[in-house]
């Protein structure tokens, strides 16, 4: 209902004359998640992410969009969270008690080693279609999109309803910010009868594509101490038993070796049929969805069809190590037993799974009767259950496709994420009747919290133009 040659010329200009500049700035600036950086307070980094990206929204208002309001809402010890308060316009926004809560998040992961010669995780690289550096598509980019796009549905001669955009500085480490912030916000977050999404993937760049699903988070410590000391391994070993082979055995019990396939009931749920459906209509079109992955030579993906392989991916629980404590580096590894072994266990849970009890599942396993009496500790970090979308209403299918057509050239598709959002989760109980818009822009190769992460420029703009269309949907449906 809106001219899409309007609005895609609005976004285009927004992102050549000014998104462009602000996402260089906002790359730049190391403000790494609290998980990952116990001095981000003193550091300053958060701060200075939230002001750039405030003050870019506050030009946004100032020029245009008429009546909005920018805060930034603190609270002690927390992450901030910047908050854009933009009233109904156009003639069917009649309703001033109808919201959309449009959502993102600027905190970043670490900058994690292996970036190609020339590029890193704090300065921007734009070669071609991708605009290199940490936390660009991962969402840096979700603010400037979301008010880009508001902006346009007014250029285009459409409607919104009225629309909070959120965006949150603590989503890299499980949100634990968000529910004190939600809280104060009170009665000001309405009741969303539509939420946007920004923070997640898209199988190509071809269509707009919708998350229908995101699997849950747990994450462990667990530490195996046998000795107080380390000792000479040609005098212990063999007597003393090695802390990373109990540690070994203790995985053992919790995942098949072989497979990867994790053995808790708990970990486990019925994969619902529209979504292995939706998974085998998407491998037929796509194809292989590790074909992505920069394998070294000779090594492949998991054994299964590639249908396979998108289900593991979305709707079955997988474990990675993803750090390791008590041991030294290789080159100043010396011939010493070493007294502990700790390892970070990262579990991706399935959607619709119980987080909690998954992790007293898992805790007990690797805590009943350790090998050699060790001690064996477990200290439980996140756990964050996962999301499945309620199906959607006529008109946002409707609305969907004919965003996507007008952007993309092609009706929408839908797929679940491996990935975790815990905003997602929050938001489905808080407020059971909203329909749910989950997309993003972290495509093939992106690489999201690891090295060479990029976003993927034609996509961005044609998301942002997507917007205009979905919020003027929205005000008609």
Known sequence: MIDAASAATQVDEAWSTHILEALRDYIRVPNVSPAYASDWVDAGHMARATELIRQWCQRQVDEGLRGATVEVQEIAGRTPVLLVDVPASGPTATDPDDTVLLYGHPDKQPPFDGWRPGLGPWEPVHDGDRLYGRGGADDGYSAFAALTGLAATRAAGGSHARCLVLIEASEESGSPDLAPHLDRLGDRL???????????????????????????????????????????SGKASGIVPSTFRILRSLLDRIEDPE???????????????????????????????????????????????????????????????????????????????????????????????????????LVKRLTEDPPYGARVTVTAGSADDGWHAPPEPEWLQSALDQASTATFGQPARALGEGGSIPFMGMLGRAFPEARFVVTGVLGPETNAHGPNEFLHLPTARRITSALAHLLDAHAHR
Do not use: M
């Open 190 to 232: 309405g009741s969303p009868s539509l939420v946007i999404c920004l923070d997640s993937g898209c199988a190509d760049w071809d269509r707009l594509w919708v998350t229908t699903s995101l699997r849950g988070l747990v994450d462990l410590v667990v530490r195996v101490d046998v000795l107080t000391e380390g000792v000479h």
């Open 259 to 361: 497979t990867g396939v994790l053995r808790p009931p708990e970990l486990h749920v019925p994969v619902p049929d529209i979504r292995r459906a939706q998974a085998a209509d998407t491998a037929d079109e796509v194809g292989d969805p590790g074909a992505e992955f920069p394998y070294v030579e000779d090594a492949r993906s998991a054994d299964g069809s590639y249908q396979d392989l998108l289900l593991a991916r979305t709707w079955e629980a997988s474990l990675e190590v993803t750090g390791i404590d008590g041991a030294p580096p290789t080159a100043s590894a010396g011939n010493v037993l070493r007294p502990f072994t700790a390892a970070k266990l990262s579990f991706r849970i399935p959607p619709t799974a119980d987080a909690e009890a998954a992790t007293l599942a």
